[in-house]
C-alpha cells in the first residue's frame, strides 16, 4: 500500500506513513483497494475520528487519503474507491464521514461542505470548501460540532493545509 499512497502524492512517503501509523494504532476502520490484472492501482483508508458534538461525543469517520498510480488516474478509479468508502462508511453504521479535499473533486461524487451542516473543521488551516462530508443514516439532527482528529493526525502534521498550497485554496474558493 505504501508505494501506492507515495506514488499517488508525489511525496517523500509522508501520507504512506500516515496511514502505516493509523493502522498500527487500531485506527484504520477500511482499507479498500483497486486492482487491475493483479496489480493494486488506488487505495483509500477510512479511520476513526470524533465529531464533538453538544450532548455527547460521536465516532466518526475520516477518508484518506485516496491515493490512485499516476498512470491510472483519470480513468475512474479514484471515483470507484469513493464510492466504495461511502458505502463501506454507511455499512460499519458511521453517521458522517468527513474528508479535506478538493471541492470540485470531491464534490461531484456526493460530498458537500461540512460547514453547511453544522460542522466544524478539527483545524484553522482547512478551508472551508476544503472541509466535506457525507451525511449517512446514521446521522441525527443533533450531531454538529467539531471533529476532532486522533493525535497521529497532529503528529504527521496532516490536519489542515499549509501555505503555498492554504493560500491557493483560499483564492480559488474563498
Known amino acids: 500500500m505504501a508505494r501506492v ?3 499517488a502524492f508525489a511525496d517523500d512517503g ?3 506513513r500516515l496511514w502505516a501509523d493509523l493502522v498500527e494504532r487500531g485506527l484504520d476502520r477500511a482499507s479498500l483497494v483497486a486492482d487491475v490484472d493483479d496489480e493494486v492501482v488506488g487505495h483509500v483508508g477510512l479511520s476513526h475520528g470524533w465529531l464533538d458534538a453538544r450532548p455527547a461525543l ?3 469517520l475520516i477518508l484518506s487519503p485516496l491515493s490512485v498510480r499516476p498512470p491510472r488516474q483519470g480513468r475512474g478509479v479514484g471515483t470507484a474507491l469513493v464510492a466504495a468508502a461511502i458505502t ?3 455499512r460499519l453504521g458511521a453517521p458522517a464521514l468527513f474528508l479535506e479535499g478538493s471541492p470540485d473533486y470531491y464534490g461531484a461524487r456526493d460530498f458537500e ?3 453547511a451542516r453544522g460542522f466544524e473543521a478539527p483545524s484553522r488551516r482547512t478551508p472551508d470548501a476544503a472541509f466535506q462530508v457525507v451525511v449517512l443514516p446514521g446521522h441525527e439532527p ?6 476532532i482528529y486522533p493525535d497521529v493526525w497532529w503528529e504527521h ?3 489542515g493545509l499549509r501555505d503555498p498550497l492554504l493560500a ?3 483564492r480559488a474558493y474563498g
Open 113 to 115: 461542505r461540512a460547514g
Open 142 to 147: 443533533w450531531m454538529a460540532g467539531r471533529v
Open 58 to 60: 460521536v465516532d466518526v
Open 14 to 16: 509522508r501520507f504512506a
Open 88 to 90: 463501506e462508511a454507511g
Open 5 to 7: 499512497i507515495t506514488d
Open 168 to 170: 491557493e485554496i483560499e
Open 157 to 159: 502534521d496532516a490536519a
